[in-house]
């Protein structure tokens, strides 16, 4: 009898088993048949992201499985962060995937008013042909080149390397692209109006892989030299402001913090004003840990860093400002904004002469500058070489004009090529302490206008066209800066504050013909019947 029951619950046993396996089977065919219907919240996003060609390890991928975190610091030191939700780092590779392929403003309703910018005749201006000698580098094929035996991954030749560039054998196509940027500089430009090279450099600076990340010796603030697998670098600046934090009005302009989105926002600002010596710059989420903790080999800079209190890693490195505990740059828990600007070719490859700025400031808390006490000091500064023949001085009125607008009381040098000698643009560089107030505007920053009474006639007519209601100067840079993956860059109070700025320019050009005897000496011609 015992054995009778046992066998029969062992068939019960077998039979409910084989049932539940048949149960099973079925859920899962009744699942996949149902799945295409709704792949479109599921699945079918991977497959779609792939289909865009976005890269595996782009932030787009991440989609809700990390939040995009910004990190704050105030100026008394302590820290702060505005979580953001994970829409960012999604809008981040979309717009990323838009630069790569030249889409720009293409979702929108309407035209771009930043494509049709680009396409007026002021825009249009063509540059003098550029000849062999006009060009920043002779590209040599024959010319072998290997890296620096130091290891600091510069690009230098076994011979005399000024004037060439290390590209081997290789084709042009072949070049990686930070490359081709430093082969396409001339004597006129850094780089063209319709550059195709654009919007994948800034891809890059915004999503390639680093590999080494130590600290830029000098300077008053922190700042990284980041390198990439193709040997290309970046200058990283990190966040230390709020987007709508003013510098306060009791700070000197040489104590003030750089700001990384300064530095994303005087690029596209110079590119809109047509000037084009800024070299790109985008920004960037950085891990903290892996890519700069983990690789850096700077011993001082490792040193630095530590697990703050409520668990974020921080750091703060080695400079004359601002590099301590109190003013540590943290992540949150390790992820921090920072701007990734190009950096030039190498001093060693292409020699650069530095230029101290005639109005410069004093950098003295009481003291100030002769131009701050003569008000007919450019007089003076034209019979001074390189200022007394050329257009050196309309390009230092150009940068003046770029300064205003942004706020940037820092200028006290400028850069040029030296191989080009006295006649070729200015350097742009260093505009981290641009943006920092919005509801003031320091009239001062103006004094080579008012004072000289010239601008280009070209510079004039682009500002004229920039205070239009069709090409408003806040639209099209909140349009250019909609591309970058940390938008919004600028608080829309900075924004406005342009449109305010522009109006000021204008008015001292207006006030300097009111009262000039020769306009032609006002507006300096440089198109010609070209527009």
């Not at 065919?29 to 390890?57: E, F, Q």
């Not at 062999?132 to 080149?145: A, Q």
């Given at each position: 009898?015992?054995?009778?029951?046992?066998?029969?619950?062992?068939?019960?046993?077998?039979?409910?088993?084989?049932?539940?396996?048949?149960?099973?089977?079925?859920?899962?065919?009744?699942?996949?048949?149902?799945?295409?219907?709704?792949?479109?919240?599921?699945?079918?996003?991977?497959?779609?992201?792939?289909?865009?060609?976005?890269?595996?390890?782009?932030?787009?991928?991440a989609g809700p499985k990390k939040l995009s975190l910004r990190i704050l610091q105030d100026f008394s030191g302590s820290n702060g962060s505005l979580e953001r939700s994970s829409q960012l780092q999604g809008r981040a590779g979309e717009l990323g995937r838009q630069r790569r392929h030249g889409e720009g403003n293409s979702g929108r309703t309407g035209r771009s008013k930043?494509?049709?910018?680009?396409?007026?005749?002021?825009?249009?201006?063509?540059?003098?042909?550029?000849?062999?000698?006009?060009?920043?580098?002779?590209?040599?094929?024959?010319?072998?080149?290997s890296l620096h035996s130091s290891g600091s991954d510069e690009w230098v030749s076994s011979s005399k390397a000024e004037m060439l560039l290390p590209t081997g054998k290789t084709a042009y196509d072949t070049y990686p692209t930070w490359l081709k940027f430093h082969v396409g500089i001339n004597r006129y430009e850094?780089?063209?109006?319709?550059?195709?090279?654009?919007?994948?450099?800034?891809?890059?600076?915004?999503?390639?892989?680093?590999?080494?990340?130590?600290?830029?010796?000098?300077?008053?603030q922190l700042k990284l030299i980041m390198t990439f697998p193709n040997y290309g670098q970046a200058l990283f600046k990190p966040m230390k402001?709020?987007?709508?934090?003013?510098?306060?009005?009791?700070?000197?302009y040489f104590s003030d913090f750089e700001r990384h989105n300064a530095e994303i926002a005087a690029f596209h600002l110079d590119r809109i004003l047509d000037f084009r010596r800024i070299p790109p710059v985008s920004g960037r989420l950085v891990n903290i840990t892996k890519e700069i903790r983990d690789i850096t080999t700077d011993k001082k800079l490792a040193k630095t860093f530590f697990i703050s209190p409520a668990g974020n890693i921080c750091f703060y490195g080695e400079c004359s400002y601002y590099?301590?505990?109190?003013?540590?740059?943290?992540?949150?828990?390790?992820?921090?904004?920072?701007?990734?600007?190009?950096?030039?070719?190498?001093?060693?490859?292409?020699?650069?002469?530095?230029?101290?700025?005639?109005?410069?400031?004093?950098?003295?808390?009481?003291?100030k500058a002769e131009w701050e006490l003569n008000p007919n000091y450019c007089a003076q500064v034209r019979k001074t070489p390189p200022y007394d023949r050329g257009h050196r001085l309309l390009d230092l009125i150009d940068m003046t004009v770029l300064d205003f607008l942004m706020g940037n009381m820092d200028r006290h040098h400028y850069e040029t090529f030296e191989k080009f000698g006295n006649d070729t643009f200015l350097l742009h560089l260093d505009n981290g302490r641009g943006f920092g107030t919005h509801s003031r505007d320091e009239l001062s920053i103006l004094a080579p206008l008012r004072q000289c009474c010239s601008i280009k006639k070209s510079t004039y007519l682009r500002l004229q066209l920039l205070a239009t209601p069709s090409y408003r100067l806040s639209d099209l840079l909140r349009?250019?800066?909609?591309?970058?993956?940390?938008?919004?860059?600028?608080?829309?109070?900075?924004?406005?504050?342009?449109?305010?700025?522009?109006?000021?320019?204008?008015a001292a050009v207006g006030r300097c013909l009111a009262g000039a005897a020769h306009?032609?000496?006002?507006?300096?011609?440089?198109?010609?019947?070209?527009?």
């Open positions: 009898m015992r054995r009778r029951l046992h066998t029969f619950f062992q068939r019960k046993c077998k039979v409910s088993l084989l049932f539940l396996l048949f149960l099973a089977l079925l859920v899962h065919l009744v699942m996949d048949l149902a799945l295409p219907a709704t792949c479109g919240s599921c699945g079918c996003d991977m497959k779609a992201v792939k289909a865009l060609s976005v890269p595996s390890g782009s932030p787009v991928l930043l494509e049709a910018l680009f396409e007026h005749p002021l825009y249009n201006i063509p540059i003098p042909a550029v000849t062999e000698k006009d060009k920043l580098f002779v590209v040599n094929p024959m010319e072998k080149f850094l780089y063209p109006r319709r550059d195709p090279l654009m919007p994948t450099l800034l891809w890059d600076l915004a999503t390639q892989r680093i590999i080494s990340s130590v600290q830029k010796t000098g300077g008053t402001q709020t987007r709508d934090q003013e510098t306060p009005i009791d700070f000197f590099c301590s505990t109190e003013h540590a740059l943290c992540g949150k828990p390790d992820l921090l904004e920072g701007s990734m600007a190009a950096l030039l070719p190498d001093k060693t490859l292409a020699k650069r002469r530095s230029w101290r700025s005639p109005w410069r400031r004093s950098y003295h808390k009481s003291k349009e250019a800066l909609a591309t970058d993956p940390l938008a919004p860059v600028l608080a829309e109070s900075h924004l406005r504050a342009l449109d305010r700025r522009l109006g000021k320019v204008l306009p032609d000496k006002v507006l300096v011609d440089d198109v010609g019947s070209r527009v």
